[in-house]
T-cell receptor, first 110, second 115 residues
């Protein structure tokens, strides 16, 4: 059974810092891994999708990497801004439907 | 021009009642999903429909009955509501049938509170 773990559960950083969010999964037989952002009281917004054959994806200040063999992914956020404050969810699609981690709650302090 | 919309946004009801949540997507996607996010913020899939056909049912109690009149709509009907049904329910859609290639687009969620 696929399990997805995200560390840390919460993170607070000053504006301008670069930061890394971690995601690990137990079953490396995956089709893709996605990072989502969830703002309070809102739905999820897809940030990046990495196919199992890819090593990383980039969008603006965001860079997500995937190491399928070790069951790990990282989301790197450069030059963080207060608007980046949200919960970031990692989700894995394998032989089971999309399985989510519990998220990392990020606060960027101005 | 909302991509995935849900109604209502908030739903407060008594235990034992029957209620429905509606979902519509205007993205032309073939597949739609229902997720439940519990009080601990854990998000878990409930159902998936592809072109109006059920393809995933994650051992959800049969009090929950999804209905897809067409591929742009996936409604969720819940009978005999229980306290444990209180959660935020998210609808989502994707282009490909199994979510193997494309990302999923989520609605804003419906917060259900059962008293």
């Amino acid at each position: 059974k696929q399990e997805v773990t995200q560390i840390p559960a919460a993170l607070s950083v000053p504006e301008g810092e670069n930061l890394v969010l971690n995601c690990s999964f137990t079953d490396s037989a995956i089709y893709n891994l996605q990072w989502f952002r969830q703002d309070p009281g809102k739905g999820l917004t897809s940030l990046l999708l990495i196919q199992s054959s890819q090593r990383e994806q980039t969008s603006g200040r965001l860079n997500a990497s995937l190491d399928k063999s070790s069951g790990r992914s990282t989301l790197y956020i450069a030059a963080s801004q207060p608007g980046d404050s949200a919960t970031y969810l990692c989700a894995v699609r394998g032989n089971t439907p999309l399985v989510f981690g519990k998220g990392t709650r990020l606060s960027v302090i101005a | 021009d909302t991509a995935v919309s849900q109604t209502p946004k908030y739903l407060v009801t008594q235990m034992g009642n029957d209620k429905s949540i509606k979902c519509e997507q205007n993205l032309g996607h073939d597949t739609m999903y229902w997720y439940k996010q519990d009080s601990k913020k854990f998000l878990k899939i409930m159902f998936s429909y592809n072109n109006k056909e059920l393809i995933i049912n994650e051992t959800v109690p049969n009090r929950f009955s999804p209905k897809s009149p067409d591929k742009a709509h996936l409604n969720l009907h819940i009978n005999s509501l229980e306290l444990g049904d209180s959660a935020v329910y998210f609808c989502a859609s994707s282009q490909d049938g199994l979510g193997l290639i494309d990302t999923q687009y989520f609605g804003p969620g419906t917060r259900l509170t059962v008293l």
